[in-house]
């Protein structure tokens, strides 16, 4: 019983538990939609909500609050991520990230053209496939366990990230609604006070967090999506702990032995005991990188409540298909800027900078390998929702879109995981 529950908490803590979480939702929030409980399901994420603070108020409906809010919290999760790998991870040299950045460059660039060559005259909506839901797509991977190679699953995450970074500059650039200026002077005060903090050296993050949520309002004052302040409250994060590691174990030891120099026979902890853990507790939270402290808090809360709960307040479309052939057009562009475009970008653009001898693939990388992340990346699904939302406003075109999207995500998910196979198979028929 007790193994069992072992296993139970391994597969929590996975990686792709997010990913099947996912699907989850995404399959209830279609069946609710087109169900009984269609109409008090839509009615609740119209539902409104506000919150005032002195004389300014934010009021917005339910579902914008999950939009434009709890996935400011993910932004901040990515703007995290994408700080990390710049700074120690995949991306932290350019022999490391050149691979991959051109990878991501491709798959950004070509799905947008692809679907702009089929909206010459409304071409708004490209940048729903440049996308890549990075979850759902790791998912797959972790669910294939020992027949994913460890190299497809970094080169997979460090494409992920450029492409995030993409992501977030489309959405800041692009998907901006009315732009109210006379913000930009306090969002610009708030976010040096940030930065203040880091370059004190403060590395309690309450004071980060309390001026990140002043820095969401006056950037959803402005008028740029409020996600946004995820990402540049992430990148002001500072990395660095204030206790290096020989001084954390110094310190400990000399607290462990204090306390076992104090133990007595009362069955209850004597005030030099107390103190030597305190003195503990103080050196963990000294030595602990602000950074990855943050990422590791808000990696479980994204992957199990707030992107299940996007897509099941996102993905709720009625399934009426006349409305995607009224909007054909969208949504070819869009199913096939993922299937695709991704695959030709991603792996078109590294093996021509491969030829001009401008980048080199990782030598335990196989091109049929690269071929399968480059289906892996049309995966959109959540990310490509989210931009679709930002994109459009008529309804009809967003029910069609997310349609689209479904099925290209599909798809290109399937292609992926047998090109994944059929390469572990050759990979095995060579071991023998």
Do not use: C
């Amino acid at each position: 019983m007790t193994q069992h529950l072992h296993t139970i908490e391994r597969f929590i803590k996975d990686e792709s538990f997010s990913g099947v979480l996912l699907f989850i939702a995404t399959i209830a929030a279609v069946i609710v939609a087109n169900s009984a409980f269609s109409q008090s399901y839509f009615d609740l994420w119209h539902m409104a909500l506000g919150v005032t603070l002195g004389e300014h108020t934010i009021s917005m409906d339910l579902m914008h609050w999950i939009n434009d809010g709890l996935m400011a919290l993910f932004f901040l999760m990515v703007g995290l991520e994408i700080k990390r790998e710049l700074l120690i991870g995949e991306l932290s040299s350019i022999k490391k990230a050149s691979f991959p950045i051109v990878a991501a460059i491709g798959g950004m660039l070509v799905p947008a053209l692809v679907y702009i060559a089929f909206n010459l005259d409304d071409p708004k909506g490209f940048g729903i496939p440049m996308a890549t839901d990075i979850a759902f797509a790791l998912g797959i991977l972790m669910l294939l366990g020992k027949k994913v190679n460890p190299a497809l699953k970094l080169f997979l995450v460090a494409l992920a990230v450029v492409d995030d970074l993409g992501a977030v500059i489309v959405v800041a650039t692009i998907y901006t609604s009315e732009i109210h200026a006379e913000y930009f002077l306090h969002a610009g005060i708030v976010y040096a006070l940030i930065w203040v903090l880091n370059y004190k050296r403060v590395t309690m993050l309450l004071p980060y967090l309390l001026l990140g949520i002043a820095l969401w309002i006056f950037i959803h004052s402005i008028g740029i999506h409020a996600t946004i302040a995820g990402v540049l409250l992430a990148f002001a994060i500072p990395i660095s702990s204030k206790v290096n590691e020989q001084e954390f174990i110094q310190t400990t030891k000399e607290s462990v032995d204090e306390f076992e120099k104090y133990i007595d026979e009362i069955p209850i902890l004597n005030h030099h005991q107390i103190d030597a853990l305190e003195d503990i507790a103080y050196n963990y939270d000294k030595v602990q990188n602000p950074l990855v402290k943050l990422e590791h808090q808000l990696h479980g809360f994204s992957a199990f409540f707030i992107m299940p709960l996007f897509a099941f307040s996102n993905a709720g479309v009625i399934l009426d298909f006349s409305a995607v052939s009224s909007n054909f057009m969208i949504v070819i562009g869009v199913v096939l800027g993922l299937i695709v475009g991704k695959p030709i970008g991603i792996v078109g653009f590294t093996y021509l900078a491969q030829k001009l001898k401008l980048i080199q693939k990782p030598n335990d990388l196989g091109w049929d390998e690269v071929i399968a992340v480059g289906f892996l990346g049309g995966i959109g699904f959540t990310m490509s929702i989210f931009i679709t939302q930002l994109a459009f406003l008529d309804q009809n075109i967003i029910d069609a879109v997310k349609l689209g999207i479904f099925f290209a995500s599909f798809i290109a998910g399937l292609l992926g995981v047998l090109l994944i196979l059929k390469s572990y198979n050759k990979k095995s028929l060579q071991g023998l």
